[in-house]
């Protein structure tokens, strides 16, 4: 069979992530940034939501929060997938507990597919106002 790596078509932020009965997702809380008054903080969860399409075959992808320096503050297992033809999709749903900031700071989520780099994008953790 014919490999086509596939397109993200979005990768979201959110407090949390519910399905209803007739198999759609509800998104609950969509973020792009994380206040808080004091620090170091604990977020308490931090959903991923990413959904691949337009590819053929199988692959690996794993979602991982980094800070500035690069070092890795949370990483999800490694989720196996495979799209059959072009008009699959898939989603991939990461949950991280309890994340640790230690300073406000530009952090950043990043997505891997067969541990090459699709996206990177900023998640800011900043000293909120009362």
């Avoid at 790596?5 to 997702?25: H, I, Q, T, W």
Wanted: charged share 25%; with cysteine.
């Amino acid at each position: 069979m014919e490999t086509i790596a596939p397109s993200l078509l979005y990768s979201v932020m959110c407090d949390d992530v519910r399905r209803e009965d007739n198999g759609k997702f509800i998104l609950i809380g969509l973020f792009e940034a994380i206040g808080a008054k004091a620090f170091p903080v604990i977020h308490p969860t931090l959903y991923v939501v990413n959904c691949w399409c337009s590819g053929l075959g199988s692959f690996k992808q794993h979602t991982r929060i980094i800070n500035k320096d690069s070092s890795v503050l949370a990483e999800d297992s490694e989720t196996q997938f495979s799209l059959n033809n072009l008009k699959s999709k898939y989603k991939v749903i990461a949950r991280f507990n309890n994340l640790k900031f230690e300073k406000p700071d530009e952090y950043a989520v990043e997505i891997m597919l067969n541990n090459d780099l699709k996206i990177r994008y900023p998640l800011l953790v900043e000293k909120a106002e009362k």
